[in-house]
T-cell receptor
Framework: AQKITQTQPGMFVQEKEAVTLDCTYDTSDPSYGLFWYKQPSSGEMIFLIYQGSYDQQNATEGRYSLNFQKARKSANLVISASQLGDSAMYFCAMREGLGGGGADGLTFGKGTHLIIQP | DAMVIQNPRYQVTQFGKPVTLSCSQTLNHNVMYWYQQKSSQAPKLLFHYYDKDFNNEADTPDNFQSRRPNTSFCFLDIRSPGLGDAAMYLC??????????????FGPGTRLTVL
């Protein structure tokens, strides 16, 4: 079973509109972290936002916010006031605590290709 | 600026000819990761180093090896590249090994073409 599911392969959004990118996850570990990365066509992965499983409040970073619904195992990324430069691939990723020991790398979803239209 | 550097950005090799990809970091991070990202797919972890301790993912082919001679440098060696190994290879670092919240910092990637 997939650990990270992103159900939107592609999205078209008008400039200045808000956009929500969906992410659901699957883990039995009580300790985990959820990340969103942006990958422009140039290839580098740019960190956007992080949410820990024990965090009480939803994370926010500038125009980015994370709608964390723990019971639904959902961690959607919200981008407010979208800009043309937001066009890119967006990946949701998870890092599990592996029972409190050292954590390995990130497990990524398949990504959403977001295109902002003028 | 502290950063993660990957050289070269584009690498072309021939089928079966060994190739080495390079990653260096100025962040002084303990952990270095290598991911493989095939076209239109998610990055997939190959292995990582915590300091000098090497951790291989169970499904990483034996064809892929790694070396970390010091804190700053990490290399990905592909002993006999096949056409299926054409991909973007991403190097990442994190400050520490424990804690789910340790952010990973990625380099710009090396795009490998196998002819």
């Amino acid at each position: 079973a997939q650990k990270i599911t992103q159900t939107q392969p592609g999205m078209f959004v008008q400039e200045k509109e808000a956009v929500t990118l969906d992410c659901t996850y699957d883990t039995s570990d009580p300790s985990y972290g959820l990340f969103w990365y942006k990958q422009p066509s140039s290839g580098e992965m740019i960190f956007l936002i992080y949410q820990g499983s024990y965090d009480q409040q939803n994370a926010t970073e500038g125009r980015y916010s994370l709608n964390f619904q723990k019971a639904r195992k959902s961690a959607n990324l919200v981008i407010s006031a979208s800009q043309l430069g937001d066009s890119a691939m967006y990946f949701c990723a998870m890092r599990e605590g592996l029972g409190g020991g050292g954590a390995d790398g990130l497990t990524f979803g398949k990504g959403t290709h977001l295109i902002i239209q003028p | 600026d502290a950063m993660v550097i990957q050289n070269p950005r584009y690498q072309v090799t021939q089928f079966g000819k060994p190739v080495t990809l390079s990653c260096s970091q100025t962040l002084n991070h303990n952990v270095m990761y290598w991911y493989q990202q095939k076209s239109s797919q998610a990055p997939k972890l190959l292995f990582h180093y915590y300091d000098k301790d090497f951790n291989n993912e169970a499904d990483t082919p034996d064809n892929f090896q790694s070396r970390r001679p010091n804190t700053s440098f990490c290399f990905l060696d592909i002993r006999s590249p096949g056409l299926g190994d054409a991909a973007m290879y991403l190097c990442a670092t994190s400050r520490d090994h424990t804690g789910v919240g340790n952010e990973q910092f990625f380099g710009p990637g090396t795009r490998l073409t196998v002819l």
